[in-house]
């Protein structure tokens, strides 16, 4: 909601001031300006931008006005499924975690913990590292050298969203210019005519230009940092699952392994160290 709540605040100031000011509002709806600025926009975002990446930027928007990013709630229990699959490992042998890592979907261990179950990313992250463990023969060096290389791919392309958003909101104030430019075609059209019909065409293609600017630093700019920030909390969920494994693939003991996964999340995020070891105590596993 603070995304919504920061569109609000440049709205009320920016309108506000105009009419302290003593403006007309009816001045700024220019929808001519509008339909050229905000279509010419969407068309270079569908022209530059992948449909992976484009259904990527959606759903981060979405989750920036619903407020969904990694909480400390959500590593908790990100490293609480670390431990019980550690200490499952531990208890019952690495065999064990098989049916689980190759059907996540269908395990009850992973459904107990829907943060990670319901993200595609770190699920198959987590998976795909434990299969290494699970068959055996990855020296724990090895496995640390596959999992960066998976990090830096996931960074890479969890890049994407915001840098492409970022160029677009760069591009808008070009837009408003058009827009602008083409206000002035229409007023020179009017030339001869009454003057406040001179004008108002004026007016209108000085809004172009306004509309433009405001859209890209009061709008699109502040978003597209806004999906920065989501894309390296998720990054560190990632790195700190990556810390857990290779913790425990070097004989670490779980709840060791776990505090190794810990560290890494920036302290903004950190949950306690006793909050996690109350949280990893609670976990029964037994050996039958």
Excluded at 101 to 109: A, D, I, Q, R, T
Excluded at 129 to 156: N, Y
Excluded at 179 to 195: D, E, F, K
Aim: proline share 4%; net charge negative; glycine share 10%.
């Amino acid at each position: 909601m603070l995304v919504l709540a920061g569109f609000g605040v440049v709205i009320f100031s920016v309108v506000g001031g105009f009419l302290l000011a003593g403006g007309n509002l009816l001045l700024l709806l220019q929808w001519a300006e509008f339909v050229i600025i905000g279509g010419a926009a969407v068309g270079a975002l569908l022209v530059s931008t992948p449909m992976p990446v484009l259904k990527k930027i959606i759903s981060y928007v979405l989750d920036s006005i619903k407020s969904k990013g990694q909480t400390k709630e959500n590593f908790v229990e990100m490293l609480q499924l670390l431990y019980e699959l550690f200490q499952t490992a531990r208890v019952k042998g690495l065999l064990h975690l098989e049916p689980h890592v190759e059907k996540p979907e269908e395990s009850e261990l992973f459904a107990r913990y829907p943060v990670v179950h319901k993200n595609h990313h770190a699920l198959e992250y987590i998976t795909d590292s434990l299969k290494l463990l699970v068959v055996g023969g990855v020296p724990a060096l090895e496995l640390e050298m596959i999992l960066d290389a998976d990090l830096e791919t996931q960074e890479a392309e969890s890049r994407k969203p915001s840098s492409i958003l970022a160029k677009i909101g760069d591009s808008l104030p070009g837009l408003g210019i058009v827009a602008a430019v083409l206000g002035i075609v229409i007023t020179m059209q009017s030339i001869g005519g009454p003057a406040s019909e001179v004008g108002h065409h004026v007016a209108a293609a000085l809004v172009g230009t306004f509309l433009g600017v405001l859209m890209c630093y009061g709008f699109v700019s502040p978003m597209a940092t806004q999906i920065e920030n989501q894309a390296e909390a998720e990054e560190v969920f990632l790195k700190s699952i990556k810390a857990g494994v290779v913790a425990y693939a070097k004989g670490m003991a779980p709840i060791v392994a776990v505090e190794f996964a810990r560290r890494v999340i920036t302290t903004d995020l950190r949950p306690s160290f006793g909050v996690v070891e109350d949280a990893c105590r609670a976990i029964k596993v037994k050996s039958n």
